[in-house]
């Protein structure tokens, strides 16, 4: 015979506030991403292209360069 477990009040109420934390964590995380791609992105299009040249970019790999840093973590 199997035994089941019904989940008292307390434990429900814990695993949804728990899984509403997760969640909010995730959220602030993404947004941090995306204020700091926003921010390199800002400070990569400012540069001339010589500045750029010296980091080893070009113009046109601004977007990718930010997405790889901020997104892949490369």
């Excluded at 477990?5 to 909010?24: D, N, Q, V, Y």
């Excluded at 995306?34 to 970019?57: C, I, T």
């Amino acid at each position: 015979m199997a035994l089941s477990h019904a989940a008292s009040p307390i434990e429900t109420i814990s695993s949804i506030a728990s899984s509403l934390g997760r969640s909010f964590l995730e959220t602030c995380e993404s947004i941090g991403r995306a204020r700091a791609a926003k921010v390199l992105y800002a400070d990569l299009a400012g540069m001339s292209d010589e500045e750029l040249a010296n980091l080893g970019l070009k113009r046109d790999e601004i977007s990718q360069t930010v997405y790889a840093k901020i997104y892949d973590h490369g």
